[in-house]
């Protein structure tokens, strides 16, 4: 069976080579997940670029892969069952392709669910209420009186930095290793100066965190997955 012969996405965004992962992204927070962890591991891969506008990623094909109809997803058209496989969701992204590669899930068993519980902290929190700060700081939701829901998440997202700063003190990556926690939470924390929310959540005053995030965008695998897919493609 054949990638489009499973999905239509292929239709609208065409692989130039169809053996090697399809990647279908935009570089948000979570679509960066995906591409620095193809860079970091080194698995061949193709990058589509799909906008966030309705017109692609609700459109027919892409849902076809997403029903969800979110960035990232990917094909891999060599899948562990001799089939392709496609998969949407940034977390089972990351865990699909540590698993595929044998790269940034630890050495044992214990070293991977202390790896996946940090993953499943910025799926679950980080992420979503970080998106919700956004959302309320900088976008639709500033223009609300009420100050309630937007204290709400500046004191989120104050707590989840703190759990963070606290679980850096005394080493480089959040789980010991360098892992796919980190290319989770890092490009997240790196979204409050895209917010313009550093102030209001106290970034300068979280020293452990600063320093994560800049070891983080020094690693070449990181600088070039970081604008992947590339927006003026």
């Known amino acids: 069976m054949t990638q489009n012969a499973q999905f239509s996405v292929g239709e609208r965004w065409p692989a130039k080579d169809p053996s090697v992962i399809q990647l279908y992204s935009y570089p948000t927070p979570n679509g960066v997940k995906a591409s ?46 001799g089939h392709p496989v496609g998969l949407f969701e940034s977390g089972a992204i990351l865990l699909y392709l540590a698993e595929k590669s044998g790269k940034f899930l630890g050495q044992t068993q214990s070293d991977k669910h202390r790896i996946t519980q940090w993953l499943m902290f910025q799926m679950g929190g980080l992420g979503p209420m970080f998106g919700q700060l956004g959302f309320f700081y900088k976008f639709a939701g500033s223009e609300i009186e009420d100050p309630r829901p937007r204290e709400r998440y ?57 320093a994560y995030v800049e070891r983080f965008f020094e690693r070449p695998a990181v600088q070039r997955g970081k604008n992947i897919p590339a927006q003026d493609q």
């Open 36 to 81: 620095i962890m193809l860079e970091e591991t080194g698995l061949p891969y193709e990058a589509h670029l799909v906008t966030l506008a309705d017109a692609d990623v609700k459109s027919p094909e892409f849902l076809s892969l997403n029903p969800n109809n979110k960035i990232p997803a990917i094909i891999d058209p060599n899948g562990p069952d």
């Open 154 to 210: 500046i004191n989120e997202a104050k707590r989840l930095l703190n759990v963070v700063d606290q679980q850096l003190d005394g080493q480089d990556w959040i789980a010991g290793e360098f892992s796919i926690a980190d290319i989770a939470i890092a490009p997240w924390l790196n979204a409050l100066d895209f917010y313009g929310a550093k102030e209001a959540v106290g970034w300068a005053d979280h020293a452990n965190a600063v």
